[in-house]
């Protein structure tokens, strides 16, 4: 059976050296034989070395951005991230049609998001790998709507990994930092929750092994910790607080480790891209085992709790009307099974419908309901007039049927009128 492409979203702090080792990899995926399909979402890059078929560039001026909506450098890339996201569907429409096969492919339809592939591949010729550069500004990636957007509609549709890219000469320079970047890995790897390969990068200059030893070996770490407090108070100082807190620290991280994969590669050699692959294929089988069945998990417990909610709220308002509940929602049942339910894609999607359903308290706005009837003011007056003519509990009572009678309808005002064909809707939903 086919297998959709893995998706590597490469993240990590400013000059670790994200772009560089996009290029290297896809360089690498070149020479196999088998090319990637790759997107820049780094609106600011003025030079990007490798040939994206997506760019975000193509899409949004961060420098117009900048100068229309008076930002700074930041605001600038993030405002451009959520433009972007915008055509979220549009981006995720062009990736299946170039990346998927056509049993694998939903019905999204690409738009205005520029791709430059000319046609799709060749059934045998689809991409295996899915490749991301992003903005420097990690915390305006990873922790913006926009950026949670991207990653989960892309999780969605996509195995989706996280490389974070670690310099390695600075990191191991100090326990210190190398806490502060671990830490920093650690809160990424729990807002996604995706899986996470770190990439020591750079080893041509340092070797990745002191780090990936005071990961393995807690008290290699403590005696490098011990190493430099004694270096502090010989030049006068201490480590204070930061020391102590380093240790304790130290000390919680073990599990958090053991969910990473790690690899030291360099970017200007092309030392350890092959172990990197490797990962990416491991990872790429825990997402289809344990991420996957999460997220279809999420979407159906929010489909039921909205089922659930819609229900209460016809309930009450039948009951306000003075109309027999049971009977309300037996017509409501019988008319939801046959309408098509509306499921979230995403994740995001699944969040922003129940944030909707909270702002709303359930109720579902009649007039921004999609017509199955042909025209917006047909469909409203077929079910209203369906409803009248199933009778029964759901119907009007003897005082609202004058509502329904054409001759009647004068004596209404606008505001009842609409009041109660929203209500007949709601019942028949
Ligand atoms: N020696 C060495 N230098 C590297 C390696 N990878 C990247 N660099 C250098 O590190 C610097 C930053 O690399 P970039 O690829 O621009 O880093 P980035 O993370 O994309 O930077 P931003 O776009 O600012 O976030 C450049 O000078 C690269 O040449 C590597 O493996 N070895």
Known sequence: MASPPVAVVCI????????TFVQR??????????????????????????DANIDIRDSVNYKEVMKQYKLGPNGGILTSLNLFATKIDQVLGILEKRCLPPELQSTTTAGDVSAKTPAPPAPGKLPQHILLDTPGQIEVFVWSASGSIL???????????????????????????FMSNMLYALSILYKTKLPMILVFNKTDVKSEDQAVEWMR???????????????????????????????????VLEEFYNQLSVVGVSSMTGAGVDNFFEAVQAKKEEFQKEY??????????????????????VERLMGDMNVDVSEANRQSRSMAGKRKKEEPETVSDAEAMSDEDEESGGLVDPDDDDDEDGGEDGGLTKRYQQ??????????????????????KTTMTKQQEMQILKLRVLVTK
């Open 387 to 408: 409803a009248l003519r199933d009778g029964g509990a759901g119907a009007p009572s003897a005082e609202d049927a004058s509502f329904a009678k054409p001759e009647a």
């Open 292 to 313: 996957a069945p999460e997220l279809q998990r999420r979407r159906e417990e929010l489909t039921q709790e909205r089922a659930g909610h819609r229900e209460r709220e």
């Open 151 to 177: 990653l989960s509609s892309l999780a969605s549709s996509f195995p989706t990994v996280l490389a974070y890219i670690i310099d390695t000469p600075r990191t191991v320079s100090s326990t210190n930092t």
């Open 25 to 50: 990899i896809n360089a690498h995926l070149h020479t196999a034989g088998t090319p990637p399909y790759v997107l820049n979402l780094d609106p600011a890059v003025t030079r990007v070395p490798f």
């Open 217 to 251: 070996d807690f008290e290699s770490f403590q005696s490098a910790l011990r190493k430099e407090e004694e270096e502090a108070e010989m030049r006068g100082g201490s480590g204070g607080y930061m020391h102590g807190l380093v240790n304790s620290m130290s000390l």
């Open 12 to 19: 990590g702090m400013a000059g670790s050296g994200k772009t």
